[in-house]
């Protein structure tokens, strides 16, 4: 079973793949003329997603899938030690190899004394990586910019910018994401945030900028203000999976897709509970362990639903969880830490579920008697 990444033409390694898909196919000479047909078949299929089939997120070109960076750093949630990072960095590494460039992170990624650990660690590993140098100068960070309550002036948002420019260790932010809306506490704090941005961007610190945590109304009135500004919204950041499927995130893509922003799908995998592994016996440690309690008991159906079609299709129930985001017009950015959790996803590229297995696994999530709690910060 093709469990882990692995080209869909067997024998071909993905750079090949990807040499042939984009250069012009009869002259690609060194190609077998089985391989040249398969290839062309696959393309008339519509698009594959491959890793090196770029989408656009307002100016930028990134792949698919990106990766989420928030255990890196994080004691808490996530069990992250500093002997991690060899591995860390490897994962990081064997992403970009494969033709992952977007990177998701935040400055507030990182507990206690780690505070800014994932931004640190990615900086380190850009720069460190061993590769073309293209590979490296087109990878895009997507750092998000928290909300914290002192941080009430545009000059104030500038600042953290560029410390996360520093621990980066880079020119210029892919994405300048706010975190979160104070909205629905901090009303006032608000037009802090928006006018932040603007001042990121005018300073030409970010080349995009995007949100996260908004709901549709919300999201409509920041991307008005920012219109008025003359500054492009170029994504928005929600928790979008089989788990985290309801009218408010559906109503939040159709609103992005009116307006003609990504939507970043953040915990694609259930912070794990989407990839089978865990059972109500086997359970992580840690309070992922007590929200896991809650909710897998009720998760029988879709699990037997991924189960299945991961084992109809040859993937993994993580491959068709990841591959369901994609289908729905979402960029995933499934969390990893291991270079397994790497090679697998990479497997949820260069195919697409059929509706009737969308469908099979959407009926079996809305049979799901417990949902995926919400950001406590997610607005309307
Ligand atoms: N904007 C926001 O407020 C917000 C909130 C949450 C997340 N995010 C972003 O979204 C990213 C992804 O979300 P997430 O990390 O919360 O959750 P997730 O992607 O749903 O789950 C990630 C976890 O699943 C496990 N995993 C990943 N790939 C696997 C595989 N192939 N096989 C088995 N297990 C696998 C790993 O944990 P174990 O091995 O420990 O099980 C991994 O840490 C974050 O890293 C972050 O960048 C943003």
Redesign the pocket.
């Known amino acids: 079973m093709a469990l882990t990444w692995s080209p869909a033409i067997p024998g071909v390694p993905p750079c090949d793949l990807r040499r042939s898909a984009v250069s012009s196919l009869p002259s690609a000479r060194r190609l077998s003329s089985t391989i040249i047909r398969s290839v062309r078949a696959s393309l008339r299929l519509g698009p594959l997603f491959w890793p090196w089939q770029k989408v656009k997120v307002g100016p930028l070109s990134v792949s698919p899938m ?7 750093g994080n004691q808490v949630l ?2 992250y030690q500093e002997s991690m990072d060899t591995e860390l960095q490897d994962a990081f590494n064997l992403a970009l190899r494969n033709g992952i460039n977007l ?4 400055d507030s ?1 990182g507990t206690g004394r780690l505070n800014g650990q ?1 931004e640190k660690l990615l900086g380190k590993f850009i720069s460190e990586f061993q590769g073309p140098g293209n590979v490296r100068e087109n990878v895009v960070i ?1 750092t ?1 910019f928290a909300a914290y309550p002192w941080r009430v002036t545009p000059g104030q948002f500038v600042n953290a910018c560029k410390s996360s420019l520093d621990r980066l260790q880079i020119d210029k932010i892919g994405i300048g ?1 706010l ?2 809306s104070t909205a629905n506490y901090a009303p006032l704090q608000e037009k802090a945030l928006w006018d932040g941005l603007v001042a990121m961007y005018e300073k030409g610190l970010v080349q995009a900028v995007g949100v ?2 908004y709901g549709p109304k919300q999201l409509l009135k920041i991307h008005d203000y920012l219109t008025t500004r003359g500054v492009p919204l170029c994504s928005a ?3 979008f ?1 089989l788990l985290s499927m309801g009218p408010e995130q559906m109503e939040l893509k159709r609103v992005c897709d009116s307006l003609g922003i990504r939507v ?15 059972t109500a016996s086997t359970l ?1 440690s840690g309070p ?1 362990g007590l929200l896991f309690r809650q909710i897998l008991p009720g998760l029988e159906s879709l699990l037997f639903s991924l189960r299945r079609i991961a084992q109809a299709r040859g993937k ?4 068709v ?2 591959n369901w985001c994609i289908c729905k017009g979402t960029i ?7 270079v ?6 990479l497997g949820s590229l260069g195919w697409r579920l059929n509706s009737d297995e969308i469908l099979e696994l959407e009926s079996a999530a809305q049979d799901s008697p417990k949902k995926m709690i919400q ?1 406590i ?2 607005t309307a």
Request: aromatic fraction near 16%.
């Open positions: 990106g990766f989420g960076t928030w255990a890196w996530w069990g990177f998701d992170t935040a990624y994932s997507a998000k994401q975190h979160w996260s945590n950041q929600v928790q999976s970043i799908a953040y915990s694609p995998l259930g912070l794990g509970m989407l990839t089978g592994k865990y992580p992922r993994t129930m993580s491959q969880a990841i995933p950015i499934p969390g990893i830490k291991t397994k959790h790497v090679d697998e996803n950001n910060f997610q």
